[in-house]
């Protein structure tokens, strides 16, 4: 099992500014991922980060809007960059600990656009 | 788009076995049946998976037809505390992604 850490758990923020979310593991993992859930949605994956080297994004992500780090195997960083209102969501961070498919989730970051 | 098909919502009675359906048709055959559910206001949360034998754990049974192209979640006595949105999706590839598609809302009545 894991334990994962995310911070901040809320957040509302003025458009055009931008939001680095925490995500920290108990224990070191190879798989990370990131998601987002808009209201009343199912979670859409962002891109997998990757430690050392530059995240995988998904279709429809890039990395300029969405930039992420991954210094090691317990820690990584999403930013929301230059947010707007449609940015308004929960990002979720996730791991997957035995690569099994079993993923942990954090209880997410609740973020506001005004 | 997700590779499974959910029914959008179902409710159960309190103390009567939740049998959730699923259709994956396009299964190939090394890939996982995953479960998992998000219960309001949290983080999905893992509950099973299987390749082609029925799998049973202490939160669920989890029944995969021979031809593997359906599946069914079943929460022997579903409690209150059940009540949550039922995701059953199938890895996209091997890099251990999960696309989750729009689940099932499971409501349990008392």
């Known amino acids: 099992s894991a334990v994962i850490s995310q911070k901040p758990s809320r957040d509302i923020c003025q458009r055009g500014t931008s939001l680095t979310i925490q995500c920290q593991v108990d224990?070191?993992?190879?798989?990370m991922f990131w998601y987002r859930q808009q209201p009343g949605q199912s979670l859409t994956l962002i891109a997998t980060a990757n430690q050392g080297s530059e995240a995988t994004y998904e279709s429809g992500f890039v990395i300029d809007k969405f930039p992420i780090s991954r210094p090691n195997l317990t820690f990584s960083t999403l930013t929301v960059s230059n947010m707007s209102p449609e940015d308004s969501s929960i990002y979720l961070c996730?791991?997957?600990?035995?690569?099994?498919?079993?993923?942990?989730f954090g209880e997410g970051s609740r973020l506001t656009v005004l | 788009d997700a590779k499974t098909t959910q029914p959008p919502s179902m409710d159960c009675a309190e103390g009567r076995a939740a049998n959730l359906p699923c259709n994956h048709s396009t299964i190939s055959g090394n890939e996982y049946v995953y479960w998992y559910r998000q219960i309001h206001s949290q983080g999905p949360q893992y509950i099973i998976h299987?390749?082609?034998n029925n799998e049973t754990n202490e939160m669920a049974s989890l029944i995969i037809t021979e031809d593997r192209k359906s599946s069914t979640l079943i929460l022997p006595h579903a409690t209150l505390r059940d009540t949550a949105v039922y995701y059953c999706?199938?890895?996209?590839?091997?890099?251990?992604?999960?696309?989750f598609g729009q689940g099932t809302e499971l409501s349990v009545k008392p």
């Open positions: 999706i199938v890895p996209y590839n091997q890099g251990g992604k999960l696309i």
């Open positions: 996730s791991v997957d600990v035995e690569g099994s498919g079993e993923l942990f």
């Open positions: 224990s070191q993992v190879t798989m």
């Open positions: 299987g390749l082609k």
